[in-house]
């Protein structure tokens, strides 16, 4: 069974907390309690990163292919496939992955490939592709690509369009000016895409096709959950009006916050409310058996800054744009603005292990995350450069089995009587 | 005659306003450019040469016609039902000479330009529905007797439609799809109801590449050469 965007559950409420209604409650009472109801769901992010630091300690991006070996490359996709079968096991909500090139960080330049590959392996948890960078590749491609994702898991996908890191507009030669616009016309027309049920042509800015009807269609209809990168005011903003959910990496809390708040306020100008489960936030975590043992991987955890050097070399090439776009006023932008405000030292909040600590501590910390932000899903990456597999493992599966049965029930509101009596008359 | 109006869109056409009768009513239209001909109907109000019509001028011979009901003038009596005056606007066509044409209207022209490519399909060789309304309820009253006659219209039509269009929805777009046999649909990005103020340029290149090409318009003929 799937979960639907609006909340509701497909699943009997009384199985998402210990004292809930009636599973004799009929169907709108059951929703309304269950929107209510949204326990916080946990996404692990398989990076595929290269198991190797002497390619990822190379400094400025591209990395050249030359330092890439063979042996290695297959032990890499071997130890992430493990992984994401782990984090099936341990239960995790889903499973994800992301669009990037040109980097031993994550090797994953075609998402919807390596998601292909995790759907055979994970059998339980959603497969989320967040996401395909919507600004650099073929709309219609990208819609094909989901909707047979979609059949191959048996209708677990989950989809974010992201824009892309100004290095990566590089990689296909995509004008940077245009990427925040070409973003929002792919997501609209990947979302058509799916859903025309006759042959139609497109007439956009960026994009003409004159024939596209889509084969396969998705499974879950009308089209898998679909999410919206929000690390700006503008594109929270789009979302909302398109009925898009948001996602958000990397930020401090307080710009997470703002962020989701002007969303919410847009989403209900448009006239709808997101659920929790709609409001998406990436990170970085490692857990430790105590606070040294996680202060240890904290210390190692980004290999000396290689994220850093994504946006060093050619990276740091992407040229002022030559028609200033609208400048934001939160976090980074793609285009590479205002890199203060977010306070990371990278920029796009990068390079700040979010939550990190024993069990007791990330419990705590989520927890906060959660009251301040409003986050319903954490998609979360362990796999810091400096960390060997085996550390990587070991915080897995210390966050598999003593954080999340603890967290699963944050944001999950136990009806009281007078609720459950009311939705039942009613 | 009245004088000649400039088209407007940045285009070089002139119009010239003339009438004629048809089903014994006088039809006023506006007519610039040379080459295949293109009628268009639009109501009175809208009888002023629109941009798309001037930069069409520049290519095909453009009759815009208005449809008897309101305005100039004012001997045209009581409204006639919409299938008469697709025969009415068919007869102003014939009378002005035409024996084949293209057809295009927007809005709520569409029942009558309809009607027209259905009793009088030997004449109308293609046509272009913009921003199409009035034949399905659609929150408004449709047409159920054109509703159920349109898969009688063998003609090449394109039909867009603007993805933020808040008066014909997409489900009424997908109907009219559905139901004519022979139909492009073509979803225009960023664009509403008016699709022409929204999208001038999107507009003018696909309903150009339509009238050229008729269904060939699928195929993409532009050059991807970067360098020889």
Redesign the interface.
């Known amino acids: 069974m799937t979960d639907v965007l609006d909340g509701s559950y497909t699943q009997s409420p009384a199985q998402l907390y210990t004292h809930g209604p009636s599973p004799s409650l009929q169907g709108s009472a059951r929703r309304a309690i269950a929107r209510k109801a949204s326990p916080m769901k946990t996404s692990f992010f398989c990076t595929n990163r290269y198991l190797s630091l002497e390619a990822l300690s190379h400094d400025g991006w591209p990395t050249p292919p030359a330092l890439y070996r063979s042996d290695i490359g297959l032990r890499s996709v071997e130890a992430a496939l493990a992984e994401a079968t782990l984090a099936d096991e341990l239960g995790f909500d889903w499973v994800s992955c992301s669009e990037h090139h040109y980097t031993p960080l994550l090797q994953t330049p075609n998402a919807a490939l390596f998601a292909a590959a995790l759907s055979q392996v994970v059998h339980r948890a959603k497969i989320a592709v967040l996401g395909p960078l919507v600004s650099m590749n073929n709309p219609v491609r990208i819609a094909e690509e989901l909707a047979m994702l979609d059949q191959l898991s048996g209708g677990r996908l989950v989809v974010l369009f992201l824009r892309g890191t100004p290095n990566e507009f590089l990689a296909y030669g995509t004008n940077p000016d245009e990427t925040r616009a070409r973003t929002q016309e792919a997501s609209v027309l990947i979302t058509r895409a799916l859903t025309e049920p006759h042959p139609f042509g497109w007439e956009g800015r960026f994009y003409r096709f004159r024939t596209v009807a889509v084969w396969p269609g998705p499974i879950q209809r009308p089209h898998p959950p679909m999410y919206y990168s929000g690390n700006s005011i503008e594109s929270a903003t789009f979302a909302a009006a398109n009925h898009l959910a948001l996602g958000v990496s990397f930020y401090p809390p307080h710009l997470v916050a703002h962020i989701m708040g002007h969303y919410k306020q847009e989403c209900a100008r448009h006239g709808w409310e997101p659920t929790a489960d709609q409001l998406l936030y990436r990170a970085f975590i490692a857990v430790g058996e105590d606070e040294k043992e996680a202060a240890a991987l904290e210390a190692k955890y980004f290999g000396g800054n290689v994220i850093g050097g994504l946006f060093r070399g050619r990276g740091a090439t992407v040229p002022p744009p030559s028609a200033p776009p609208m400048p934001t006023s939160v976090g980074t932008d793609a285009d590479g603005k205002n890199t203060g405000a977010d306070k990371g030292p990278i920029g796009f909040g990068l390079g700040t292990l979010r939550f990190c600590g024993s069990p007791d501590t990330v419990v705590k910390q989520i927890a906060e995350f959660h009251e301040t932000t409003g986050v319903g899903v954490i998609d979360i990456s362990f796999g810091g450069a400096g960390l060997t597999l085996d550390e990587a493992m070991k915080s897995i599966k210390l966050f598999g089995n003593e954080v999340l049965p603890r967290i699963r029930h944050i944001g999950a509101a136990v009806p009281s009587e007078k609720e459950t009596s009311a939705a039942a008359a009613g | 005659m009245s004088g000649g109006t400039q088209g407007s869109g940045g285009s070089s056409a002139v119009f010239t306003e003339h009438f004629v009768n048809s089903s014994g009513r006088q039809i006023r239209f506006l007519e610039a450019g040379r080459g295949q001909p293109l009628v268009v109907l639009r109501a009175s109000d809208a009888l002023m040469p629109s941009g798309l019509n001037s930069l069409l001028a520049e290519h095909l011979r453009v009759i815009v016609f208005e449809i008897p009901g309101t305005g100039a003038p004012p001997t045209n009596g009581p409204p006639p039902s919409t299938r008469e005056l697709a025969r009415t606007m068919a007869g102003a066509a014939a009378a002005v000479g035409l024996d084949r044409y293209a057809l295009m209207t927007t809005n709520a022209s569409a029942p009558v330009a309809l009607w027209q490519a259905i009793d009088s399909r030997e004449m109308v060789e293609a046509l272009v529905l913009i921003s199409p309304s009035g034949v399905f309820s659609d929150g408004r009253p449709g047409d159920p007797e054109l509703e159920r006659a349109l898969s009688g219209i063998k003609t090449s039509t394109l039909l867009?439609l603007g993805?933020e269009d808040d008066v014909t929805s997409p489900d009424a777009g997908?109907m009219y799809?559905?139901s004519i046999p022979n139909c492009?649909?073509?979803?225009?990005?960023?664009a509403g109801h008016a699709i022409e103020a929204a999208?001038p340029d999107?507009?003018f290149?696909?309903v150009r590449d339509f009238l050229e090409r008729r269904e060939t318009?699928?195929?993409?003929r532009g050059s991807t050469v970067i360098n020889p």
């Not at chain 2, 492009?184 to 960023?190: A, E, G, N, Q, S």
């Not at chain 2, 318009?217 to 993409?220: C, Q, R």
Request: net charge positive; proline share 0%; glycine share 0%.
């Open positions: 867009l993805t997908r799809v559905r492009y649909y073509v979803l225009v990005y960023d999208r999107a507009l290149a696909t318009f699928i195929v993409n």
